[in-house]
């Protein structure tokens, strides 16, 4: 079944590697009859979370700059990917920022059940994107956590102390 893939290029360098790595991932999923939609960070303002959760109430954020609408689509993809070149073994900054951003999400009914993340680093050792993928599934692991069951959804919401 074709799915809602939302492609997030976290570079913002002219010509990045990662935009690179993003376009082949976005051709393979077209190809394979997905719904793709790729979008950079370059030239968007994406200021940083202020930890106020109003998001929680309000169900988006009260900064208004680009997050917002990328928060939106990520909201409405089925397939989440990140491509982000290595920044001292971990996501670069504009990723991280926008995962806070994205923080709305956590009370809405998103749908996306699958995240990829693409990286690219200088150094072709293994272990070059270690921080990042945990970086990546400690964001999964949240919001895996709160929608197994309703149970669990309680339990999480009280359990969790930001
Ligand atoms: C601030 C900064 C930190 C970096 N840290 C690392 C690193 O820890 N390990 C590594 O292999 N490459 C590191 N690099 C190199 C980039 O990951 C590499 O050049 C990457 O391909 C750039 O991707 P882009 O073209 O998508 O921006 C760093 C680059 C910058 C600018």
């Given amino acids: 079944m074709a799915k809602k893939v939302l492609i997030i290029s976290t570079s913002i360098r002219p010509n990045s590697n990662s935009e690179i790595l993003a376009n082949a991932f976005a051709d393979g999923a077209r190809t394979s009859g997905n719904e793709v939609e790729l979008i950079s960070l370059k030239n968007k303002t994406i200021d940083f979370c202020k930890g106020c959760f109003a998001c929680q109430k309000l169900g988006h954020c009260v900064i208004k700059d680009d997050a917002n609408a990328i928060t939106e689509k990520m909201l409405n993809a089925d397939v989440i990917v990140w491509a982000t070149p290595i920044y001292y073994y971990e996501m670069s900054g504009q990723m991280k920022t926008m995962i806070d951003r994205a923080n709305p999400l956590f009370t809405l009914d998103?749908?996306?059940?699958?995240?990829?993340?693409?990286?690219?680093?200088?150094?072709?050792?293994?272990?070059?994107?270690?921080?990042?993928?945990?970086?990546?599934?400690?964001?999964?692991?949240?919001?895996?956590r709160l929608y197994c069951s309703e149970g669990d959804r309680g339990q999480y919401e009280t359990e969790r102390s930001f």
Wanted: proline share 0%; aromatic share 18%.
């Fill in 110 to 144: 998103y749908r996306f059940r699958d995240v990829y993340l693409l990286t690219t680093a200088a150094e072709d050792e293994a272990y070059v994107d270690e921080g990042a993928l945990k970086g990546v599934q400690g964001w999964i692991d949240c919001f895996g």
